[in-house]
């Protein structure tokens, strides 16, 4: 990976936002954020020192196949590209997050006395953020799952703390912007406080925590894995990485935007514009990515969009994704893990998970002559366990719907709900569950059971299982056989 000292303190304030703050401007004037499209060197991740450069570099040796033009797709966040998103990518706590972040939006008087009071040493705000910020560059904990824990509580509890208690004139200032409300209108303190917490505690700390992940992932060798796998996917046709043949792949110029989006969500050092970010790059692969004999539009399921971000990361050649995905599940607050950011977050650690087994699974695949089909449930995606399919019982029409969910590894029932949920926009979630199916035989599952070692464990003593999501009250007669 390219050492870039200086770089590692992007942008980041608070998640998804669209005005950028000064050092974001300041660092692209300089240069920081420039692109060299779909490079092939290394990862799009910048580490700062003092990681030692000479580790990642040589990760992705450079090459011609994948090369992109110089010019670096312009990044300057506008309203018109918000207003282009995908409707389905405008969650709402997402974008009520990003309304706190226009400038002279709402809140904006109490973000900026908030910050405020973190400059002023004297109050017992900036000193609890100090003293915690110093114990975790000194503390000897050098799981970055473990720091990133102790962070989101910590965030959480200065938060809960400003609300209860205040400080100075906190209290006024929230009153000063209640005023203003019309009877329509409320004051969301949660995602205003949300951003400036990060700005107050994940900046400064981001440096000590990705440090922090390279030192392990190196030592688990799950970066190099990552990159070998991507090195060897490189040298695979698509529909070896299973994007079907009526599926028309992203151009370059398009690929060049994709990427952008995968450099900025690296670069930036809070995780809701991280989050924003990817989300952005989804958009746009579904605004770019067309299928041929298509009357109108398509939306793509996990089947066809997993295996086509797996393509996307291999030629952005982003060997930190699974950095960058733990990074965002550590340090988002769970509200924001529910919904589409989830699912597409999950998405990306699927994906992740798919590729580092991709070789292994495909020289198996290989030597036993069978063929790589990632669509029907039994091939690659099934093997990776990267996706789960779900027969959701239409009760109103009397049939069956099947959905696949992109699924991280050891997800919980619990998770697989909240997915599946928002989904089928389920709007009471309290009153189903998700089943077991075994010849038309169901079993509900406990919330901390994985469904993916289930069905594995079922595959290896040659028994099909299917999972149902149902009202736990209604009564199905399933069909024995489940196996299509």
Known sequence: MRSDAGKSDSSGNSGSRVSAYDNVTNQQTNGASTLSHISDDD??????????SSRWETLLERGDDWQRGEERVNMVRTKSFRERLDPFLCAPRLAALQKTRDSGGTGASIRSYTLQLAADKTTVFAQTIDNFISCTRESKEARPQIVMRNMRQFMTGMKNYLVTHGEREFERQVEKERNKLKSTEFLNLDAILEGVMHKLVVRPLKEHLYKLFVDEYSDTGAIQLLAENIKYARTKHPKDIGIRPNIILPSEEAMDEICSYLQL??????????????????ASIFKTVKVSNSKGGMMLGADDFLPLFVWVLVQSGMVAAEIEADYMWGLLHPSLLSGEGGYYLTTLSSAVHVLKSFRACSEEYTASGASLNWGTGSGPLAEFRSVLKIVVPDERNGSILTKTLPIRPNMTTKDVCKIIAHKVRITNPQDYALYKLIDGEETILADSECPQDIKGNLSDTGKHCMFAYKRIDAKIAWPKNTSQ
């Open 265 to 282: 969500l690296q670069d930036v050092d809070s995780p809701l514009e991280k989050l924003e970010s990817l989300l952005k790059s989804i």
């Open 43 to 52: 990862t799009q991740t910048i580490f700062s020192e003092p990681w030692d």
